[in-house]
């Protein structure tokens, strides 16, 4: 009896005769690319990536050793380490513009306690990082147990800190103290292979940060807290402890980048600090993927945010365009890259990605 044509098409595979059916050779790169798109991080990782070449290709001083030393270690590690900070208080919903100040006044705290009064290098390292979680708590307080919103707490505590900068310090520079200089190499450094030790730091500190977001019970929490308040208590999370908590591992990193970035200059600057490095890590937060309204945001994007921010600022200079219109140009690439990422994440609610 013959085959029917119906009974040949129930046969897996291909008939005598018939040529076997063609494999797709890109059918692993769409789907690769489905995949990357789908990431938060993907739209902030292209703008990297397109910046990078594009100064490189510009200028060939931007892929000299010197230049992306200072690149990474001078302007993105502190930016880096400022966001991911700024990420996990904003994630909960929550915000510290008193960072920039923790960050100003820690290396003056350092300076008075090592040279003033006498105190040993590494004691006083640990007071300056105290005073961090010190302002964090009290931001905290007021912020969870007062019940005075985070945007007006932190602001109050960060012109406490100028004040108290420039009162004790009456606005002039200081010297590193030469005492802390051999500890403080390993933390930042223009010097040998120490130049890379900020880098090192903020990358070590975004993979630990990574995996307390995404991988534990405290990163969950956090999400819970900013995503659903009031389902978070009903279901017994401790959304005071959390922020409270937040609030001092932001705070804790200001203290450490305002350190790392003295012993970096080799100077205490009284206008290293303040509103600008703030506003950086927030804006490297954001363009990487983090919500202001609380519930989503990633460490890796802010890692990339932070990456843009660096290469346009240390980019341009290279190509030595005024210091008037960069902030033009800059304010139009953060505004570019928010776009496209608020365009990318409608495709991906719609299911388009």
Not at 57 to 75: D, E, H, K, M, P
Request: net charge positive.
């Amino acid at each position: 009896m013959s085959e029917t044509a119906e009974q040949r098409a129930n046969v897996v595979g291909p008939q005598p005769g018939e040529p076997p059916p063609r494999s797709d050779p890109w059918a692993l790169a769409r789907k690769t690319g489905a995949v990357f798109v789908r990431q938060r991080e993907a739209t902030i990782f292209v703008v990297a990536a397109g910046l990078l070449v594009y100064f490189a290709v510009a200028s060939s001083a931007f892929l000299s050793q010197a230049n992306i030393t200072n690149l990474l270690s001078g302007f993105a590690a502190p930016i880096i380490i400022l966001a991911i900070g700024e990420v996990l208080l904003l994630i909960c919903g929550e915000i510290d513009l008193s960072v920039g100040f923790v960050f100003l006044f820690a290396p003056f705290l350092m300076h008075y306690l090592i040279d003033f009064y006498g105190v040993p290098v590494i004691p006083a390292i640990l007071i300056a990082l105290l005073l961090g979680v010190v302002v964090g708590w009290v931001n905290g307080f007021l912020t969870v147990t007062v019940g005075v919103p985070s945007f007006i707490t932190t602001l109050g505590t960060g012109f406490i800190l100028y004040g108290l900068t420039l009162t004790t310090s009456n606005a002039y520079p200081a010297n590193v103290p030469g005492a802390a200089l051999g500890v403080g190499k390993f933390f930042g450094s223009q010097n040998g292979g120490y130049a890379w030790s900020a880098i090192i730091w903020a990358v070590v500190l975004v993979a630990i940060f990574h995996v307390v977001l995404t991988q534990t019970r405290w990163g969950l929490h956090t999400v819970a807290a900013g995503g659903n308040l009031l389902g978070a208590r009903e279901s017994g999370i401790r959304v005071g402890r959390i922020k409270y908590g937040n609030f001092m591992i932001c705070a804790l990193l200001g203290a450490l980048v305002g350190r790392q970035t003295a012993f970096y200059d080799v100077t205490i600057d009284p206008s290293a600090g303040g509103y600008t490095p703030m506003f950086y890590a927030v804006t490297a937060a954001v363009i990487g993927g983090t919500a202001m309204l609380g519930g989503t945001g990633t460490i890796i994007g802010a890692f990339l945010g932070a990456i843009v921010l660096a290469t346009l600022q240390d980019g341009l200079s290279i190509l030595g365009v005024s210091a008037y219109p960069l902030n033009i140009i800059f304010g139009g690439a953060i505004l570019v890259a928010m776009i496209a990422n608020v365009r990318l994440a409608r495709l991906r609610a719609a299911g388009r990605t």
